[in-house]
């Protein structure tokens, strides 16, 4: 149908014998370099050189040393992963990650040839206070410090209130953040038309709807994406 962005987000889910029957099915029937696979760690390299691309879920900023458990860009980006998911929600809550390392995070791996998704989003609490401009431009303004060149940056707007919860928010809010992202990015003096995307309980029932009704660049699938036949619908209707 389009020729938008599909980023699956698979977390830490699936053991080895579960990855192999997924590439089973999603090596044969994805042909769609605006699909982007982001598998557990471990298993990215059972995934590179398919005809989709691969991201990392999460990155370190140092290019090398003793930082047991971490990943570098450099290590990434040598053996052929091309984006890095940075700034998720689970990340920001469940490992305390902060705006500031987020930009350190950013700038490393835009430096080692990675294009970053840079998730974004507000609580539920914020949501309902009307803050969801504030804290979104706040988020921006954080990770993006000091980064000059966007060319490589993707924005996936994930509201935390979705993320797992069967909710997503109507079509209009989703159109007025994607505006005011855009807005955002271009007063902080980007002259650039950044892709944005939508994140949160995204499914093989919704997906058309999103499609037709909103003027998102793609979309970011967590949970649903785990299983292989409602990820190639979702590809089916997006890219
Ligand atoms: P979900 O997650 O699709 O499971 O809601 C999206 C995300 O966490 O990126």
Known sequence: MGNKIVVANLKMNLNV???????????????????????????????????????????????????????????????????VIIGHSERRKKFFEKNDEINKKIK?????????????????????????????????????????????????????????????????EINNVTKFIKSVILKINFNIDIKVLYGGSVNEFNIEEIIKNTFVDGVLVGDVSIDADKLLKIIEVTC
């Open 108 to 172: 490393a791996s835009l430096e080692n040839d990675l294009k970053v998704i840079l998730c974004i989003g507000e609580s539920i609490e914020e949501h309902d206070l009307l803050k969801t401009n504030k804290v979104i431009e706040n988020q921006i303004t954080l990770a993006l410090r000091n980064i000059k060149d966007l060319t490589n940056v993707i924005i996936a707007y994930e509201p935390i209130w979705t993320i797992g919860t069967n909710v997503i928010p109507s079509f209009k």
């Open 17 to 83: 014998v579960q990855v192999s029957e997924y590439l089973k099915k999603i090596n044969k029937n994805i042909n769609n370099k605006n699909v982007i696979i982001c598998p557990t760690s471990i298993y990215i390299p059972y995934f590179l050189k398919q005809n989709y691309k691969v991201g990392i879920q999460n990155i370190f900023y140092k290019d090398k040393g003793a930082f047991t458990g971490e990943i570098s860009p450099n290590q990434a980006s040598s053996i052929g992963i091309e984006y």
